[in-house]
């Protein structure tokens, strides 16, 4: 019989940190904050590890930010992505296989421009190619001036590329539990106490739980977890949807995508074609599909490769996303609660910021202060009227 990667425990009367959601940013931070020495700590998710958006998810990775706060950010993550199958012990099949950002007309390219230099200026590699140098990388793109938007350029990232999510998760949960974390299955946080400002536990469907410090990592659920502790947040959840084709031979070796078509696509080491557009244009907690989305995407991959009229679809699927007003995320210490913190915030885009976020927000619950990295995703910028810009950067790009 072969062994499982970690175990179920009985749910104690109390733990020092309590953080809700089993997906990659809870998992990451657990795993961190384990690592950084705190002791006694529990994931409580609500189905399984990786329901979320953790297990949804495109997989799309890059650091080719607009804002200077964003790229330094995600370029954490990104290198350490690099070395995360070495530290986690597990296969996460990285592949830097270059992501491209495609450009159809005169604004767009002159946002791609701004960003090639704000990533240059801080050492990231990412640049502009014209179509003629697009066609060589991607020979079966359409650059011909037919397409309603014909393609004008991209930004080109080589290091961006595509990782196996799930692996991410499982990974991320087996390190922590060998640091001592337990991580409950099926434990729902219905409800949260709070005595004197201070949180003093959470009630659960396994009963009250005592801790000391707690960490909302829900995405698309932050709004009602926040709720619990009378937090407003400045985020709406939108569905995402994404599917996948059928297995065909290797021909696409890059990830490619168009805000203006509002698709992106990339290929599987299995073969299968990954698909995804942007959010629903309504909020809604529903995780359903809907035959709109699948005839909205065929529609605008077939303006950029006509090859793929022929392609069968496999499945398809929805996951939530919780958008802020400026794209970024938030990473914080909720001053009005001792002892809150939240996580959340990361619209389409919060899978390749797993390692950076766990990071970062372990270190704030160990020393009770943001560092420096995460400062400009305070929860209080909307208060202070200091938002960040990273909507060109953020939308369909993933
Ligand atoms: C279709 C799609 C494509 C995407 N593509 C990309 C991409 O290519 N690249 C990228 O970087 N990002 C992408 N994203 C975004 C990314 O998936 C998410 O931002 C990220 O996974 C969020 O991770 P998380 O750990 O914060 O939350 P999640 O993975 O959503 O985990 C939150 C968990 O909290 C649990 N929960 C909720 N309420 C409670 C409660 N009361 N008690 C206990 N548990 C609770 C949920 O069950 C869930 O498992 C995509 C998202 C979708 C939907």
Redesign the pocket.
């Known amino acids: 019989m072969s062994k499982r990667l970690w175990k179920s425990h009985e749910l104690k009367k109390g733990y020092d940190v309590v953080i809700?959601?089993?997906?990659?940013?809870?998992?990451a931070t657990a795993y961190y904050l384990a690592k950084m020495g705190m002791k006694n700590i529990a994931v409580?998710?609500?189905?399984?590890?990786?329901?979320?958006?953790?297990?949804?998810?495109?997989?799309?990775?890059r650091s080719n930010y607009r804002t200077p706060e964003g790229i330094r950010f995600y370029e954490q993550s990104m290198g350490m992505y690099r070395d995360l199958a070495q530290e986690l012990d597990y296969n996460l099949m990285f592949s830097e296989q270059g992501h491209f950002t495609l450009g159809h007309s005169e604004s767009s390219i002159s946002g791609l421009v701004t960003r090639a230099e704000n990533n240059k200026a801080l050492n990231v590699n990412s640049y502009m190619l014209d179509p003629k140098e697009i066609k060589g990388m991607l020979p079966e793109i359409d650059i011909t001036d037919h397409p309603r938007y014909p393609v004008m350029g991209a930004l080109y990232h080589p290091p961006g590329g595509i990782i196996r999510?799930d692996a991410v998760v499982w990974a991320y949960c087996k390190e922590a539990e060998k640091l001592g974390v337990e991580v409950h299955n099926l434990?729902?946080?219905?409800d949260v106490s709070i005595k004197n400002g201070k949180i003093t536990g959470v009630k659960t469907n396994r009963g009250q739980v005592s801790c000391g410090k707690l960490l909302s990592?829900?995405?698309?659920?932050s709004s009602?977890?926040c709720g619990k502790v009378g937090l407003k947040l400045p985020i709406a959840t939108y569905?995402?949807?994404?599917m996948v084709t059928e297995s065909y031979k290797p021909w696409l070796h890059h990830v490619v995508v168009s805000s203006t078509l509002h698709i992106y696509l990339s290929q599987t080491d299995r073969g299968e074609l990954v698909c995804?557009n942007g959010i629903d244009n309504y909020t809604h907690y529903g995780m359903q599909s809907t035959l709109g989305f699948l005839e909205g995407y065929a529609a605008h991959v077939l303006e950029l490769f006509p090859i793929l009229h022929n392609v069968k679809v496999q499945r398809s699927?929805?996951?939530?996303?919780?958008m802020t007003p400026d794209y970024g995320p938030i990473i914080s210490k909720i001053n009005e609660i001792e002892g809150f913190y939240l996580?959340?915030g990361?619209?389409?885009?919060?899978?390749?910021?797993?390692p950076a976020s766990g990071y970062n927000t372990a270190k704030m619950i160990f020393d009770d202060k943001e560092p420096e990295m995460i400062e400009a995703f305070s929860f209080y910028r909307f208060q202070n009227n200091t938002l960040g810009g990273e909507k060109a950067a953020a939308s369909v790009g993933?």
């Open positions: 809700i959601g089993g997906g990659v940013n809870g998992l409580l998710e609500s189905k399984f590890v990786g329901y979320g958006g953790s297990g949804r998810n495109t997989a799309i990775l999510h434990t729902t946080v219905e990592a829900v995405a698309g659920w009602e977890v569905p995402l949807q994404a995804g699927w929805a996951g939530l996303c919780d996580n959340g990361w619209g389409t885009y919060g899978f390749k910021a797993g993933n």
